[in-house]
């Protein structure tokens, strides 16, 4: 077959062109300088059955071909055409895309060559259509990955449906209780949220998408079947509707529901199937938001029994307490520390302060473990050895193979005073601060816990005078290492000088001061665990904590 241009310059050399013209496989029209038809081959009369030689082109063509001859090639008022003479022109005939290319002859007339692009521009449309999806299935992913939270997962969803794929949008979650939690969107407004007590069979293929099963095909419902629950306010009469589950991770995500106007065409084939994929990835995502939620709840009440506690009510002594996991963007480590007041007046209130090996939730796990072990052995309290030995036993047959260092201290109100009973199981020794500013190492040492079969300790007994302290701190505490070059360790001694400077001070105010001094050396620099104790016998009376909880500080 000649080519296109072959045939043009074929034209253009010879006067005798019908033999080429009529033998092309393109419409050819011949038009004179004076606008009128001069010849057409057979194509030429099939697609324009009035054409004929001496009609007007514009009374037998299509008025875009029409202006495209007069624009380039009938001269205007002052006797001249428009100029050089457009390449080509697109335009309809019936319902097929046709391009057309003319070709001035010398004698003043113009060829017309039509070319069938309807093929080329259906490709070009439909590859212009896959590339927009693509890129909005790309935005959609990165907008629905961006948040770990449900309600905006599904605000998300109902947003970008009503704007890129219908009208009108409605995710339907998974019914929670008696109602079931929707977001509801509109083309030009904003996700609007609501818990609807509502029968998902009445809208045709809703009850089956929301446990799952495939799509109804949206030529099989009835539109004037859509509830009102489900068509916005102000929406109008429904033309086409869609209803698609959204898959989650085993389990679906909820549906979805697309609403278009009676005024717009219903959604053909493609666009369903289109809809579909979004669902998918709006599905996924909906489903990481609700796993994460689940994770989170549950993660946060196991964590609670994790957390260091409040600090109770205990007639006449002071405590306070002070905890920093290893890492700031943690709330749970291997440090830990409880108090557990006497459960009748004149009793021994039991302190214990622990370091477990290790960092991070492992360590957080036998941290649980342990402060659970001696809250059953509460009522063995008041003999140190015994509930040290038990808990070592317990830790043992437990197969853990990480150990703990602990220090018990057992307190109570004697005539004033505050008697202390100190027990270290491997522990750095509390330090006491007298009211003069002296500051003592409790004499008591023992075996860490959890190691070896069979553990030893040392208890210490003391005094504390009204304004004097023993504090209880984990290793976190002197092993932290800052200062000038950042490597050195903030040491006993320093921790001690800070003590006797603390005389006199509540419990709350010592702790306080030991973690500022201690952050100050830290700086930016990484640091392990730590946890703080003060114990105080009081100086007269103080404020009661209100309902028991507070900071610590309690009346004498």
Same mark, same amino acid.
């Given at each position: 077959?000649?080519?296109?241009?072959?045939?043009?310059?074929?034209?253009?050399?010879?006067?005798?062109?019908?033999?080429?013209?009529?033998?092309?496989?393109?419409?050819?029209?011949?038009?004179?300088?004076?606008?009128?038809?001069?010849?057409?081959?057979?194509?030429?009369?099939?697609?324009?059955?009035?054409?004929?030689?001496?009609?007007?082109?514009?009374?037998?063509?299509?008025?875009?071909?029409?202006?495209?001859?007069?624009?380039?090639?009938?001269?205007?008022?002052?006797?001249?055409?428009?100029?050089?003479?457009?390449?080509?022109?697109?335009?309809?005939?019936?319902? %097929?895309?046709? #391009?057309?290319?003319?070709?001035?002859?010398?004698?003043?007339?113009?060829?017309?060559?039509?070319?069938?692009?309807?093929?080329?521009?259906?490709?070009?449309?439909? @590859?212009?259509?896959?590339?927009?999806?693509?890129?909005?299935?790309?935005?959609?992913?990165?907008?629905?990955?961006?948040?770990?939270?449900?309600?905006?997962?599904?605000?998300?969803?109902?947003?970008?449906?009503?704007?890129?794929?219908?009208?009108?949008?409605?995710?339907?979650?998974?019914?929670?209780?008696?109602?079931?939690?929707?977001?509801?969107?509109?083309?030009?407004?904003?996700?609007?949220?609501?818990?609807?007590?509502?029968?998902?069979?009445?809208?045709?293929?809703?009850?089956?998408?929301?446990?799952?099963?495939?799509?109804?095909?949206?030529?099989?419902?009835?539109?004037?079947?859509?509830?009102?629950?489900?068509?916005?306010?102000?929406?109008? %009469?429904?033309?086409?509707?869609?209803?698609?589950?959204?898959?989650?991770?085993?389990?679906?995500?909820?549906?979805?529901?697309?609403?278009?106007?009676?005024?717009?065409?219903?959604?053909?084939?493609? #666009?369903?199937?289109?809809? $579909? @994929?979004?669902?998918?990835?709006?599905?996924?995502?909906?489903?990481?938001?609700?796993?994460?939620?689940?994770?989170?709840?549950?993660?946060?009440?196991?964590?609670?029994?994790?957390?260091?506690?409040?600090?109770?009510?205990?007639?006449?002594?002071?405590? !306070?307490?002070?905890?920093?996991?290893?890492?700031? #963007?943690?709330?749970?480590?291997?440090?830990?520390?409880?108090?557990?007041?006497?459960?009748?007046?004149?009793?021994?209130?039991?302190?214990?302060?622990?370091?477990?090996?290790?960092?991070?939730?492992?360590?957080?796990?036998?941290?649980?473990?342990? $402060?659970?072990?001696?809250?059953?052995?509460?009522?063995?309290?008041?003999?140190?050895?015994?509930?040290? $030995?038990?808990?070592?036993?317990?830790?043992?047959?437990?197969?853990?193979?990480?150990?703990?260092?602990?220090?018990?201290?057992?307190?109570?109100?004697?005539?004033?005073?505050?008697?202390?009973?100190?027990?270290?199981?491997?522990?750095?020794?509390?330090?006491?601060?007298?009211?003069?500013?002296?500051?003592?190492?409790?004499?008591?040492?023992?075996? @860490?816990?959890?190691?070896?079969?069979?553990?030893?300790?040392?208890?210490?007994?003391?005094?504390?005078?009204?304004?004097?302290?023993?504090? @209880?701190?984990?290793?976190?505490?002197?092993? !932290?290492?800052?200062?000038?070059?950042?490597?050195?360790?903030?040491?006993?001694?320093?921790?001690?000088?800070?003590?006797?400077?603390?005389?006199?001070?509540?419990?709350?105010?010592?702790?306080?001061?030991?973690?500022?001094?201690?952050?100050?050396?830290?700086?930016?620099?990484?640091?392990?665990?730590?946890?703080?104790?003060?114990?105080?016998?009081?100086?007269?009376?103080?404020?009661?904590?209100?309902?028991?909880?507070?900071?610590?500080?309690?009346?004498?």
């Amino acid at each position: 077959m000649e080519s296109f241009a072959k045939a043009s310059d074929r034209t253009r050399g010879t006067d005798d062109t019908g033999a080429v013209w009529e033998a092309a496989p393109y419409p050819v029209l011949v038009v004179d300088a004076g606008g009128a038809v001069r010849r057409a081959n057979h194509a030429a009369g099939a697609l324009f059955p009035a054409v004929r030689p001496g009609a007007r082109l514009a009374d037998v063509v299509p008025q875009w071909l029409a202006a495209a001859h007069h624009r380039g090639f009938l001269p205007h008022q002052d006797g001249h055409g428009t100029g050089a003479p457009p390449p080509a022109v697109i335009g309809p005939v019936g319902d %097929r895309t046709y #391009e057309a290319h003319p070709t001035r002859h010398e004698d003043g007339s113009v060829v017309w060559w039509l070319v069938d692009d309807t093929d080329h521009r259906l490709a070009s449309d439909a @590859l212009r259509v896959e590339r927009e999806r693509t890129a909005f299935l790309a935005e959609a992913s990165n907008l629905l990955l961006s948040s770990l939270n449900l309600e905006r997962c599904m605000d998300v969803t109902a947003r970008l449906a009503a704007r890129h794929l219908a009208d009108a949008a409605m995710v339907i979650a998974p019914r929670s209780g008696r109602r079931h939690p929707v977001t509801v969107c509109t083309m030009d407004g904003e996700p609007r949220r609501a818990r609807l007590g509502v029968d998902p069979s009445d809208v045709p293929g809703l009850a089956e998408a929301l446990q799952g099963f495939p799509p109804v095909p949206s030529r099989w419902i009835d539109p004037d079947s859509a509830p009102d629950w489900v068509v916005p306010d102000g929406f109008g %009469r429904v033309g086409s509707m869609v209803v698609t589950p959204l898959p989650g991770h085993g389990v679906p995500a909820g549906a979805l529901v697309l609403l278009r106007r009676s005024d717009r065409t219903s959604f053909n084939d493609s #666009e369903e199937i289109f809809a $579909r @994929l979004f669902a998918a990835r709006a599905g996924a995502a909906m489903s990481a938001a609700r796993l994460y939620a689940e994770q989170a709840s549950i993660t946060e009440i196991l964590m609670r029994e994790l957390l260091p506690p409040r600090l109770h009510h205990v007639d006449g002594v002071e405590f !306070a307490a002070g905890y920093r996991p290893s890492a700031d #963007e943690e709330r749970i480590g291997g440090d830990f520390y409880d108090v557990h007041p006497a459960s009748v007046d004149g009793q021994e209130s039991l302190v214990v302060l622990g370091d477990v090996c290790g960092k991070g939730l492992e360590a957080a796990v036998l941290t649980g473990k342990i $402060r659970n072990t001696l809250h059953a052995l509460l009522p063995m309290a008041d003999d140190h050895q015994r509930v040290l $030995r038990l808990l070592n036993g317990a830790l043992l047959d437990s197969h853990h193979t990480r150990f703990a260092t602990l220090v018990l201290a057992s307190a109570v109100r004697r005539s004033g005073n505050v008697r202390l009973r100190l027990t270290s199981a491997g522990h750095p020794a509390p330090l006491i601060v007298r009211a003069d500013g002296r500051v003592e190492e409790a004499d008591t040492k023992g075996m @860490l816990v959890g190691a070896l079969p069979r553990i030893e300790t040392r208890t210490h007994t003391t005094e504390l005078a009204p304004g004097e302290s023993c504090l @209880l701190f984990t290793d976190g505490i002197t092993e !932290a290492r800052g200062g000038p070059l950042g490597d050195e360790l903030f040491g006993e001694d320093r921790l001690r000088t800070a003590l006797a400077e603390c005389a006199g001070m509540p419990a709350e105010a010592i702790v306080e001061r030991v973690r500022m001094l201690v952050s100050e050396w830290l700086g930016t620099g990484r640091h392990d665990d730590m946890a703080v104790v003060a114990i105080t016998a009081p100086r007269g009376a103080h404020l009661s904590a209100v309902g028991g909880h507070g900071p610590g500080r309690f009346t004498a």
